[in-house]
């Protein structure tokens, strides 16, 4: 291809990109697979780094989610909420631990930790002296959409934070989903009811999360468990680790996950890994990957972010279970 049919292509999958996006974002009802959609994302950073002239601030690549509704209030993060880089197979997640152990000139990372990337949606919910105030969507990073009446009615979330040590302000970073069997439970609902059955749980609990009457969103349960923080003013000062966080977070009430897992080095993240592979229906809910991040808090800072990703994690995506090509194969070791 010549330098004109790589910026035709570009702007082709530009064009694909964001409607996929909006598609799978805005109305929770995809028309790509995830893997496409991450092929096709894979071929236009590709591109950008052959041409960089075509990488501009509108690139699918330097954006997380997709631009908001007008449905919803919009509400800026305090913070903001960003996406994570991908590793497809253990040789990119190598290479990403390499350049960040060399980008430490010598300082030890001190860990890593592994935990389980859920297909949900991502939600930033705001505590103030520990009462529950806001649950907004990602959006697209810097404005999400107000969801705290729809937030209320999941049990999982509690309205006060247990404890008397607690932030002024506190931003909870977590995941909304629905659990397997609920889904499988309300489909058999809807089944007998005569309704066309919902398509997967992910996109059934991102159009119950985004309805605009909290009594439908009610009736199709959703849970959450968190897995990081925004802004943090006040109170208890940040713990010194990832790990310490999820302590005090569960502390506090809130629902921690109990599959994750602090380890030395990369070989033993490939271990987690390729257990889960294995065993990726043991959670109550979908899987897509795992997400490895520096336990440290000190070294999280030191490495910084992107404009979209932070450096100190990484999301390892699982190939779907019905394409196993070469290319996603997992074996430890490789
Ligand atoms: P992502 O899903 O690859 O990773 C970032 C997200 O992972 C975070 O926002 C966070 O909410 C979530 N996450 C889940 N468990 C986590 C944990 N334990 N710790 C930290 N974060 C955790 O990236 P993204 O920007 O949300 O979305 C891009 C992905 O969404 C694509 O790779 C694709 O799989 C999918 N997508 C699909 C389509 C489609 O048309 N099928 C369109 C857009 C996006």
């Avoid at 694909?16 to 909006?22: I, P």
């Avoid at 919009?74 to 197979?89: I, K, P, T, W, Y």
């Avoid at 009610?218 to 468990?225: D, G, K, N, S």
Wanted: glycine share 8%.
């Amino acid at each position: 291809m010549d330098a004109e049919q790589y910026a035709e292509r570009h702007a082709e999958l530009s064009r694909e990109l964001r409607e996929a996006s909006y598609q799978y974002y805005i109305l929770a009802n995809p028309t790509l697979s995830d893997i496409d959609y991450d092929l096709k994302m894979r071929e236009i950073e590709e591109i950008e780094r052959l041409f960089p002239e075509l990488l501009t601030p509108d690139s699918p690549t330097q954006h997380v989610g997709t631009p908001i509704t007008t449905e919803f209030t919009s509400v800026a993060h305090l913070e903001r909420m960003q996406s994570l880089d991908n590793a497809m197979d253990f040789e990119e997640l190598s290479v990403w631990a390499e350049r960040l152990e060399a980008s430490l000139e010598g300082a030890p990372v001190g860990g890593y930790l592994c935990e389980l990337k859920i297909d949900g949606l991502a939600i930033a919910l705001t505590y103030e002296n520990g009462r529950f105030v806001r649950g907004v969507t990602r959006g697209d990073g810097v404005v999400g959409e107000d969801v705290t009446n729809n937030i209320k009615t999941m049990p999982s979330v509690p309205m006060v934070l247990a404890g008397e040590d607690v932030p002024e302000l506190v931003e909870i970073r977590g995941e909304v989903f629905m659990p397997v069997e609920v889904f499988k439970e309300l489909n058999a609902t809807r089944a007998a009811a005569g309704e066309e059955p919902f398509r997967n749980p992910r996109n059934t609990a991102a159009g119950a999360l985004r309805q605009k009457d909290p009594r439908i969103t009610a009736q199709r349960p959703l849970t959450l468990i968190v897995h990081g923080f925004g802004a943090w003013q006040g109170g208890p000062g940040v713990p010194e680790a990832q790990s310490a966080v999820y302590d005090l977070l569960a502390a506090w009430g809130l629902p921690v996950s109990d599959r994750y897992k602090v380890v030395e080095d990369i070989a033993a993240v490939k271990e987690y890994i390729a257990y889960y592979g294995e065993h990726r229906h043991d959670p109550a809910y979908e899987i897509d990957g795992v997400v490895v991040k520096v336990n440290s808090l000190a070294i999280q800072r030191r490495l910084g972010s992107t404009s979209r990703a932070p450096r100190w994690a990484i999301a390892f995506k699982y190939p779907p279970e019905e394409v196993r090509t070469k290319l996603l194969d997992i074996k430890v070791g490789v």
